[in-house]
């Protein structure tokens, strides 16, 4: 269920969507989601000079500050070469090596349209990628109204669709409608309808539902859930409960005077820490993960690191060697429960 | 005296050959002579400290393992980049105070000594023309 909604990107085309080629184009962010609306912290609210409420942002953007501190499990080789043609045009050529799975070539293209909407994001925006055996991943974004966003997607295996979805996404002033389907099947009579709304009730505090209706022929359920985000001045607690299980998220910016006094240099890298929890009642596991990025901007480096209760350790680093825009990716993930280890690395070319 | 001597050893051997004990089981059967509670606490406990010696070395044998791996994972690629961003920026401020090194400044020197001396033997050869 969780690939066909919006919040999780079932086929990330790596970071090839994610870099700049030209001075104007928008950082779209590679998968299933919607671009951020603020490029830095998206969905943060926070007071006007009158006291009034911002938007809150995004339903699946609530866990996302977490999750972004996490590293991510790599595994090959993958080479990516960014190439913008134009202040429109993007273009990512992907080759990727692996071990375990299938090696192949990705072709992706990003178009952003002329429609500018704030500082940093121009609409419509169309991604698309393509495989070497021919599986599509394409999405199309675009502002209807100053008030109203939309967004078709869809992803094919092979010649087979696999997921094709639509959504609609209307923000307030202080709250946050969407309304997605996704899969619709006319003739067999199945479908998903997903439902989010995240109302901001004060500068810290928003609170949001989530309804999950899904029919097939023969049998067709609801799951619901409950969202709750408090933002403080270096952090972010979030917590999620609902019938598919809870998850609890607590994102924590470390105060750079704090790391100065502990870290060898005297530089300071920035902290940020993030700690997870997460049960689930159809796997019927609940796991704690803990997780830390560590940036060093003079060395232009970026570490994460992971802790997870299954006994999972995981560390990713990257960095960037100038003066060439070259940035190389190294991860390693070691399971000591099942004493299984994975390692990967990549290299970004523009 | 010889002789009683030697029936005893007889008797003694006649005694022992037809017992079935080892000199271990006759060692062993010496601990009979302590209570039973003494015994059954004192067998507890030595079994209980063999198998707690084992686990502790298999617990330590595990953790060593996965201490090791676990901090070769997530820190040491950290310390490794800040151990080489310290060295970088000590040698610029070293370059920076020391200014020339000690070689390019005796060449400097030399170099000045010896247009010196080339200007002054031009000096001398012209005063001498002069004269």
Known sequence: ??????????????????????????????????PPVVPGTPGQPGTESDGSLLNPGTFEECHRKCKEVFPIQMEGVRLVVNKGLSNHFQVSHTITLSTLGDSGY?????????????????FPVMVGDMDNTGSLNAQIIH???????????????????????????????????????GNPDVLVGSGILVAHYLQSLSPALALGGELVYHRRPGEEGTVTSLVGRY??????ATLTVGGAGAHASYYHKAN?????????????????VGVEFESSTRMQETSVSFGYQVDLPKANLQFKGSLDSNWVVGATLEKKLQPLPLSLALGAFLNHRKNKFQCGFGVTIG | MLYILHLVIHIFVFYYSQLDETFLERLWGLTEMFPDTLRSAAEVSANCSLSVGKRLYSFSRAALWVGTTSFMILVLPVVFETERLQLEQQQLQQQRQVGMSDKLRFISQCLYMFVCFVFLVKANSDFQFYL
Do not use: I
Request: proline residues 9%; contains cysteine; glycine residues 12%.
């Open chain 1, 256 to 272: 750079d005077q704090v790391v100065l006094s502990f870290s060898p240099l005297p530089v300071a890298p920035h902290l940020q």
């Open chain 1, 143 to 181: 502002q209807m109204t100053t008030h109203v966003r939309s967004k078709v997607a869809m992803q094919t295996q092979q010649h087979k669709f696999v997921n094709w979805q639509c959504d609609a996404e209307y923000r307030g002033d202080d709250f946050t409608a969407a309304v997605t389907l």
């Open chain 1, 231 to 236: 933002t403080g001045s270096n952090y972010v």
């Open chain 1, 1 to 34: 269920m969780g690939s066909v909604l919006a919040a999780s990107s079932p086929n990330p085309p790596g970071a090839g969507g994610g870099t700049q080629g030209g001075p104007g184009l928008v950082t779209v962010p590679p998968g299933f989601t919607m």
């Open chain 1, 106 to 122: 990705r072709f992706g293209a990003t178009y952003v349209g002329s429609k500018q909407t704030g500082p940093a994001e121009s």
